[in-house]
């Protein structure tokens, strides 16, 4: 059974930085493409980043380019690196997985994880 553990989240000023991890278990995550996506109150679930497990490639949204960065060790682990955060990043921050790179961008991965709040203070 595949799980995503995501952690890392809390409360930060804006300027400030946080770093994100999803711990995934249950399968060999060699062909899957590994995201991030977050979710203001009030508001539909909206892409952050992915990346491609074997390949390396990496995907960014516009809003996240140049502040945020997407990676993974070889322990299963995948970060997002948060730098120069500003309030409208506040939100759930949801990782997820799929074996599909058609339409990475939207959300309809094959697994997720239960989320981390990320709260940027002005």
């Known amino acids: 059974q595949v799980q995503l553990v995501e952690s890392g989240g809390g409360l930060v000023q804006a300027g400030g930085s946080l770093r994100l991890s999803c711990a995934a278990s249950g399968r060999t995550f060699g062909n899957y493409y590994m995201g991030w996506f977050r979710q203001a109150l009030g508001k539909e679930r909206e892409f952050v980043a992915a990346?491609?497990?074997?390949?390396?490639?990496t995907y960014y949204a516009d809003s996240v380019k140049g502040r945020f960065t997407i990676s993974r060790d070889n322990t299963n682990t995948v970060y997002l690196q948060m730098n120069s955060l500003k309030p409208e990043d506040t939100a759930v921050y949801y990782c997820?997985?799929?074996?599909?790179?058609?339409?990475?961008?939207?959300?309809?991965?094959?697994?997720w994880g239960q989320g981390t709040q990320v709260t940027v203070s002005s």
């Open positions: 997820a997985a799929t074996g599909s790179a058609y339409g990475l961008k939207r959300p309809n991965y094959d697994y």
């Open positions: 990346l491609s497990w074997s390949g390396g490639s």
